[in-house]
């Protein structure tokens, strides 16, 4: 008889071994940075693949802000918002992000992945119809099977296809009906029609949910432009230099998420540090200051690639081996831009992801064009 350990073992060198056989095997490797600088397997290299496009991550008022928090409240929440993990800090975010965001309320989650989940699994309920962009993130990809399992149905739309995403909300068989959709997508760097959403939208009275997790170089306009219900999922891991991911939406909604999100019930309550941080970087971002390092970022997505709307710049190969090969040219040159490859993005679409933020420098804007150029 075979033991039953003896079948996971099996099972579990199989799997890997397949991901291995692919070409597909991967696994972290200690970048010892503050800011876009720092050592990568023993290198000095510059990053073209961090998320911190403002470079909020190392600014000092943010760092004080995290380091007071821990001071005052400690290193951890110690229990989920619903028991006693709720500190005035969370309620002082929340309160920020519905100011930045334009919307009446907003929630904290513990990450982006987990606010897209706690979403789509609250509102996708049985006779709701749930359209996706084919593009959308993991996070949105894992949301809407949630909201299958809860009875809802699902239809997926090709990238940015406003005519075929007519042709589905215009299917009988609905009660209500949600269209989600990123703002700028992950890794082409591409933008949604937003004035066409919306006007679909309200065409066939459709909730509009968009991920404004990319969204560093536009924003949703304020809300009472149309009669539209737009609900806003957003990260404080990218331009907010910190953790966490919230909700913004009219208070209707926020007040069911609070009472029916499993991954915001059933959690610990972000760090006081985290909060803290986030609360001090939207107050950055909503300034002075701010508006100067959002138009920093604009000036370098203009100087390397014209036109373009967001900070993610593909540069698409391919196939598997000539991403690798190109990602390992730069890196000898002392520029870290990743490969980006299946099952990330589609087999046959193998890409460099370049990553700009505003605290790269102009020379380091020069050397990577020059290392591009090389290529």
Known sequence: MT??????????????????AAGQWRQPVAFDAVGPTGTFNGKLVTSFASNDYLGLTHHPVVSAAAQAAIGRWGTGSGASRLIVGSRPLHHDLEDAIATWRHTESAMLFPTGFAANLGLLSCLGSPGVRIHSDEL????????????????????????????????????????????????VFSMDGDVIDFAALVALCERYDALLILDEAHGVLQSVPVAGSSDVTIVQVGTLSKSVGSLGGFVAAPTSIIELLVNRARSYIFTTAPSPADTAAALAAIEIITS???AALISRLRQLVERVKPGHHSPIIPIVLGDEQSALNAARSLL???????AIRPPTVPVGSSRLRVALSAAHTDEQIEALLKALHEL
């Open 3 to 20: 033991n039953k350990n003896d079948q996971w073992s099996h099972w579990l060198t199989s799997q890997t071994d397949s991901i291995r």
């Open 136 to 183: 959308n993130h993991a996070s949105i990809i894992d949301g809407c099977r949630m909201a299958r399992m809860n009875g809802a149905m699902l239809s997926i739309y090709r990238h940015r296809d406003l005519q075929q995403l007519e042709v589905h909300l215009a299917e009988p068989g609905a009660d209500r009906q949600i269209v989600v959709t990123d703002s």
């Open 288 to 290: 002075d200051e701010g």
């Open 332 to 338: 000898e040159k002392g520029i870290l831009v990743p």
